[in-house]
């Protein structure tokens, strides 16, 4: 098979899909790896090293489109790269196009069939290749938040920590998923006083065993949210509905109870965001405030800290791309239905139920 590795255009986007060892292994089972020139400077993999792997260094990134025919990247394609794809293009990518209604239209207007990293499950019903840049996201919420609560950025001035004869700042972590757990760990490793909610009372069970008491749990409801949130100075958004809209729980009423100089840092932007004040954010232009209340909605969190997310990233994908790559795409759904519940756009239909459902769309089962 043919593969593409595009350069990443989305706004400080350092990450690049597919690392030069991965393609080596490609390359070595006898396909095809197409780069675009520079694609993995950003994390720090020139040129020459993908030539040394195996690869081909394309003239242009519509050099890469047009030879390819399937195309690995990072994020979901911007607009300006959906007009390069074409009838019979298979995409492997995180998609998050339940937020996303415009690429979701151009995918189905140019029969693309695209396989989103987030929807796609192991054996036992995780999802691989979310987990690991869900893991980098969730520790990097808590260490940007402590950051924005600093007055030199128009936060309170918590130390997160506290020091001996202060108390510690308070830090509520909204989800016990992937994101959660890391975003968690790391608050409790600065010495932040902690509460996470969520509906599976059993991930809290996980989560009051591991750290012995030193957190507190909360199942999820409308009062404990915003008993919560109104009392922290850091909210950390971490739900997840796989390829759905993240359910809305902090609305813009609670957020205007909130102390001035709090931070919210909306994780689940990618899905819509769990805060009704979320909107997605770059990080050239990262934060804005509601009610005095520091909002950061960037939608690739990971993107800064492109070298070990490329690592992380590679490591989860590239089992998937050797199957996609050896089978066929049509022969490797039909045997694997974990990579199946990937597929959300197939040949101008939505083939993911919660990606109609947000876009008032068809929905096409795929099997």
């Given at each position: 098979m043919v593969i593409g590795i595009p350069k990443e255009i989305k706004d400080h986007e350092y990450r690049v899909s597919l690392t030069p060892d991965g393609a080596a292994s490609?390359?070595?089972?006898?396909?095809?790896?197409?780069?675009?020139?520079?694609?993995?400077?950003?994390?720090?993999?020139?040129?020459d090293e993908y030539r040394k792997a195996g690869a081909l260094i394309a003239g242009s990134k519509a050099d890469v489109f047009q030879r390819a025919e399937l195309i690995l990247k990072v994020k979901e394609p911007m607009l300006s790269e959906c007009a390069l794809f074409r009838s019979g293009h298979v995409l492997f990518t995180y998609l998050h196009l339940a937020a996303i209604p415009d690429v979701t239209k151009e995918l189905l207007g140019r029969h693309v069939t695209a396989i989103a990293y987030e929807t796609t499950e192991a054996k036992d019903g995780s999802l691989p290749m979310l987990k690991p840049m869900s893991e980098i996201a969730g520790r990097m919420s808590v260490q940007i938040g402590a950051h924005y609560l600093e007055k030199t950025d128009g936060g309170r001035g918590v130390l997160l920590g506290g020091v001996p004869g202060v108390?510690?700042?308070?830090?509520?972590?909204?989800?016990?998923?992937?994101?959660?757990?890391?975003?968690v760990r790391m608050a409790v490793g600065l010495g932040a006083q902690v509460t996470v909610i969520n509906l599976d009372i059993e991930r809290l069970r996980v989560l009051d065993d591991q750290y012995h008491g030193r957190i507190i749990t909360r199942?999820?409801?409308?009062?404990?949210?915003?008993?919560?949130?109104?009392?922290?100075?850091?909210?950390?958004?971490?739900?997840?509905?796989?390829?759905?809209?993240?359910?809305?729980?902090?609305?813009?009423?609670?957020?205007?109870?909130?102390?001035?100089?709090?931070?919210?840092?909306?994780?689940?932007?990618?899905?819509?965001?769990?805060?009704?004040?979320?909107?997605?954010?770059?990080?050239?232009?990262?934060?804005?405030?509601?009610?005095?209340?520091?909002?950061?909605?960037?939608?690739?969190?990971?993107?800064?800290?492109?070298r070990t997310s490329t690592y992380a990233l590679t490591n989860a994908t590239l089992p998937y791309l050797m199957q996609i790559a050896s089978e066929g795409v049509e022969r490797a759904i039909r045997s694997d239905p974990g990579l199946a519940k990937g597929v959300n756009v197939k040949e101008g239909n939505v083939t993911h139920s919660g990606v109609a459902k947000s876009h008032g769309l068809p929905f096409t089962p795929l099997l």
């Open positions: 490609l390359v070595q089972k006898g396909h095809n790896v197409w780069v675009e020139p520079a694609a993995g400077m950003g994390s720090g993999f020139g040129d108390e510690p700042g308070r830090v509520v972590v909204l989800g016990a998923g992937a994101v959660g757990a890391s975003a199942a999820a409801s409308s009062t404990a949210v915003e008993e919560a949130v109104c009392s922290a100075d850091l909210v950390i958004g971490a739900v997840l509905v796989p390829g759905a809209k993240a359910p809305k729980l902090v609305s813009r009423g609670v957020v205007s109870k909130m102390r001035p100089g709090s931070v919210i840092v909306d994780v689940s932007v990618d899905q819509g965001g769990c805060v009704e004040t979320t909107r997605p954010t770059t990080h050239s232009d990262p934060v804005y405030l509601v009610d005095g209340v520091i909002h950061y909605c960037v939608a690739n969190m990971p993107g800064i800290v492109p």
